[in-house]
């Protein structure tokens, strides 16, 4: 990582919809004849990729990020979580000023504060107190900007949200005191804000929420199980000797899902895993997890994100809900998982864990098998070796080498036993190393889906087509008797 930036340094990231002027804004406080940021007049958004440029102003370092068009609907929203995954990209030492570049001139109606809600929505409430409404096309205006804001009610809400304000840009003016005049304004924000930065750390956290409230909602509505898993995750905030042994992979976020029979153990591997407890375990006899659930951990840059997910064979989900989750488990690991451990209890490796086996394959494709590793379960209770143990088993060995040895086994009785999850990363490192750092993504299970899907078609075709042909040979049949 790069050396931290001084105190005097300031990082400014533009924010807004396709067209707002975010670009020739960047540019404008660049300034001189850089023009850094390509903007042009599309309805398409020119920006594709966050691009970050710097430039000094009265001796003080700036870092200004445009980033990609906002979408102008909520409905949009996984597109700008894309988007946004790009922006802290850009942002490593975090963001000391948003602004929400607005175009003047066009009728601005609740709608059009979409985008302003998705800013708001996805960085969460903390987000406005390092905001200034930006203002663009101030050489359109015909009054004074604050009788401009007087007759418009959703704008001023804007105005009125944002901790420094607004200002206002005229783009195609190159007088540079608008931009001292908005440094000014960026500082006295800054100030307010005792020069804490906005970091990717608040975004996690806001994510982490969202997805607590999503699967509360979820969870209330499909019964109390659910409801009591919701309130045994905590707020993302741990720090695991894993997390450093993951940048060692080579990639600095690694998503894992965990997948198993009912009562597998996968929750406890989840909370092994991430060294601390945020899915639910219970013991008692039924299922326990009914949705999937995220939690990640972060050590400095590095990322780890588990997805617990329901268990196969699951007594009281229906196989399409228990389809459904599986499927929202790999979305949520988007752009998908590095590794999908497949975890089995080694005292009671039973025909349902064979079909889980099969059910993988079958509904991840045969691909998957690469980007799959076993996890045993209970190894507390070994008498023996594992190694041992598994060359007793018969049957076990045989997944063991169809897996072409890729297993690890834990105790998560020994939660606490921190050497355990290094040697499961470890193993994953080699793993990921050997597939090239690919992952099986979120477009392959959609993939092999679509192709089920056509299967079945084809079946309902064959199947159709035969009786059509039996009924038509009824028909036939007295026809034939009657020429005879
Ligand atoms: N002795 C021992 N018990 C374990 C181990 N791992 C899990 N368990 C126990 O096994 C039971 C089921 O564990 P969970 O983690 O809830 O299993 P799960 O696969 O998430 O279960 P579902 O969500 O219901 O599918 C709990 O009672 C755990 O305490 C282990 O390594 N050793
Ligand atoms: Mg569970």
Redesign the pocket.
């Known amino acids: 990582m790069d050396e931290p930036p001084l105190m005097s340094d300031v990082t400014i990231m533009l924010l807004g919809i396709t067209g707002a002027g975010k670009s020739a804004s960047g540019n404008t406080i660049i300034g001189g004849d850089r023009n850094p940021f390509k903007e042009d007049f599309s309805p398409v958004s020119v920006t594709r990729v966050c691009q970050s440029e710097q430039t000094e102003v009265d001796g003080q370092s700036i870092t200004v990020i445009d980033t990609v068009g906002l979408p102008e609907t909520t409905d949009k929203i996984t597109d700008a979580q894309t988007k946004i995954d790009q922006i802290l990209g850009c942002a490593q030492h975090g963001i000391d000023v948003c602004l929400l570049v607005i175009k003047l001139g066009d009728k601005f109606t609740e709608e059009k504060c979409a985008a302003v809600k998705i800013v708001q929505k996805n960085f969460g409430p903390k987000i406005l107190r390092h905001s200034i409404a930006l203002f663009t096309h101030g050489d359109q205006l015909c009054v004074k900007i604050e009788s401009y804001l007087s007759h418009c009610e959703a704008l001023r809400s804007i105005v009125d949200q944002c901790s420094g304000g607004f200002h206002v840009f005229n783009n195609k003016d190159e007088d540079q005191s608008q931009v001292f005049k908005l440094l000014q304004k960026i500082n006295k924000l800054r100030d307010k804000n005792g020069y804490e930065r906005y970091t990717e750390q608040d975004y996690n956290e806001t994510q982490d929420k969202i997805l607590l409230k999503k699967t509360a909602v979820k969870g209330a509505a499909v019964g109390a199980v659910g409801g009591a898993a919701v309130g045994a995750i905590t707020a993302n905030t741990g720090q695991v000797p894993l997390a450093a042994a993951v940048g060692a992979a080579g990639v600095s976020d690694l998503r894992i899902i965990l997948l198993?029979?009912?009562?597998?153990?996968?929750?406890?591997?989840g909370n092994t895993i991430l060294g601390r407890t945020v899915?639910?375990?219970?013991?008692n006899a039924?299922?326990?997890?009914r949705q999937c659930l995220h939690e990640r951990t972060t050590n400095g840059a590095n990322v780890i994100s588990v997805i617990?997910t329901?268990?196969l064979f699951?007594t009281s989900l229906t196989e399409k809900h228990l389809k459904a989750e599986i499927e929202k488990s790999v979305v949520m690991s988007a752009p998908g998982p590095h590794v999908l451990l497949l975890?089995i209890?080694l005292y009671s490796f039973t025909e349902e864990d064979k079909n889980t086996v099969k059910w993988i394959q079958e509904n991840f494709g045969e691909d998957v098998k690469r980007f799959t590793m076993l996890l045993f379960?209970?190894?507390?209770?070994l008498n023996k070796p594992l190694i041992e143990f598994l060359q007793e088993n018969q049957e076990l060995q045989n997944l063991v080498d169809e897996y072409k040895g890729r297993y690890h086994a834990?105790?998560?009785?020994e939660n606490n036993d921190q050497a355990q999850v290094v040697g499961l990363v470890e193993k994953i490192n080699n793993t990921v190393e050997i597939n090239n750092k690919e992952y099986y993504t979120v477009e392959m299970f959609k993939k092999i889906k679509r192709k089920k899907f056509m299967m079945m078609l084809k079946i309902i075709a064959v199947l159709t087509l035969a009786f059509v042909s039996y009924r038509m040979g009824r028909l036939w049949q007295p026809v034939t008797c009657v020429c005879k």
């Open positions: 198993g029979k009912t009562r597998s153990g996968k929750s406890s591997t899915f639910r375990v219970s013991n039924g299922p326990t997890t617990d329901p268990g699951h975890v209890r379960t209970g190894a507390d209770q834990f105790n998560n009785i």
